[in-house]
């Protein structure tokens, strides 16, 4: 494991950020850590950093007892939301600045001082080629687009050969379209690099479509951790699945609207007969909204939203009015409604 957090609690006075976290990030991996805003996630990305102190636990990295360990000494490099750059240094300066420092103090223009420039120099090459910046070597950030400031901010973050790589919403601040454009950069990037990364969002599409595993997090807890499809397909609890996607109520179990059944006659035993109140088409897909039938003696059910293809919607000739019969997908995910902690 390259990165083990055990038994780590932060207080805040009263307040209670991180109960009691334990987590194994695997070497390699591309984690994210999801959660609503004020879960814990950035408090616990901090700690790994070395930013912040736990009041209580252990932080391993490759094997080591970091937990005392300041950040610098961590061999870890973040990217924040709102990276700190240098504005009077040129792209190529501002990833070199991290081997700058690291380089042995020489006499300019001596043998080991030309050596140690070359060196840098190849590097900050070799990490603009690899964030697709090459162009752009010579241009200040405020000459960038904020994507490209961002991945100027990731090459600068690699320069130094992270072990770990830790990343704070990297993409929050960006418009939609540059965030999709830079999470699948992040993806081919990862692929080539390999370098075990852990970033912050509260974007579940980001998480799901990035992540080799997601964990969970709200309210300083640990809900679930799991691979994108364990946790859409197996939701630990209400919470996880609620969080994950959208969610309907079809009989008293709460379930996907796409993990529902339609049929326009009662087939199914057990399949809750309502009437069709609403359809809506966006985009490929068609949401039908369905009110159940009343069920004499109980409260009325809730309307019921079902998500299918055009064709699917077409082929029954489904319509405003129209009766139908509802029942789960036999492979639905369903939450289990006690929560597991
Ligand atoms: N330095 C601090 N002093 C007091 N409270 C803090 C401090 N830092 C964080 N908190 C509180 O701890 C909780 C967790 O904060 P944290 O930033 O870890 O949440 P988050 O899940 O990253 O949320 P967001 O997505 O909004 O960034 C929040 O309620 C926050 O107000």
């Known amino acids: 494991m390259s990165i083990e957090v055990s038994g780590v609690t932060k207080r805040f006075g009263e307040f209670v950020a991180l109960d009691d976290v334990n987590l194994s990030i695997p070497t390699g991996e591309l984690t994210a850590l999801l959660g609503p805003s004020g879960g814990g996630k950035s408090t616990l990305l901090r700690i790994i950093a070395g930013l912040e102190s736990a009041d209580r636990g252990t932080i391993m990295i490759e094997g080591a007892d970091a ?49 140690d420039r070359a060196r840098i120099n190849h590097r900050v090459e070799e990490l603009l080629d690899l964030v697709h910046l090459s162009q752009f070597a010579q241009r200040l950030p405020s000459q960038l687009s904020g994507g490209q400031r961002q991945r100027m901010a990731l090459a600068r973050a690699l320069a130094v050969e992270p072990k770990v790589l830790l990343l704070d919403e990297p993409f929050g601040a960006l418009d939609a379209k540059v965030r999709k454009e830079l999470r699948d950069w992040l993806r081919r990037l990862h692929d080539e690099v390999h370098v075990t990364t852990v970033f912050v969002t509260h974007d579940q599409e980001e998480a799901l479509e990035v992540a080799d595993r997601i964990v969970v997090i709200n309210d300083g807890r640990i809900e679930q951790i799991g691979s994108p499809d364990q946790l859409y397909d197996e939701p630990a609890n209400d919470f996880v699945m609620g969080f994950l996607g959208e969610v309907t109520e079809l009989g008293g179990v709460r379930l996907r609207p796409h993990d529902i059944d339609v049929a326009v006659s009662p087939g199914v035993h057990g399949s809750v007969p309502g009437v069709i109140s609403r359809v809506l088409r966006v985009g490929f897909e068609v949401r039908v909204t369905v009110v159940p039938d009343p069920v004499i003696g109980a409260a009325p059910a809730p309307e019921v939203n079902v998500v299918m293809s055009r064709a699917h919607q077409r082929s029954l000739g489904l319509a405003e009015g129209a009766k139908v019969w509802l029942s789960p997908a036999p492979e639905a995910a369903r939450a289990r409604l006690a929560a597991v902690r």
């Open 67 to 115: 937990t005392r360990v300041p950040a610098r000494h961590r061999n870890v490099g973040f990217v924040f939301q709102h990276y700190a750059v240098f504005k009077h240094m040129t792209v190529a300066r501002n990833v070199a600045f991290g081997l700058q420092i690291r380089a042995k103090p020489a006499v300019p223009f001596s043998t080991t001082w030309r050596e």
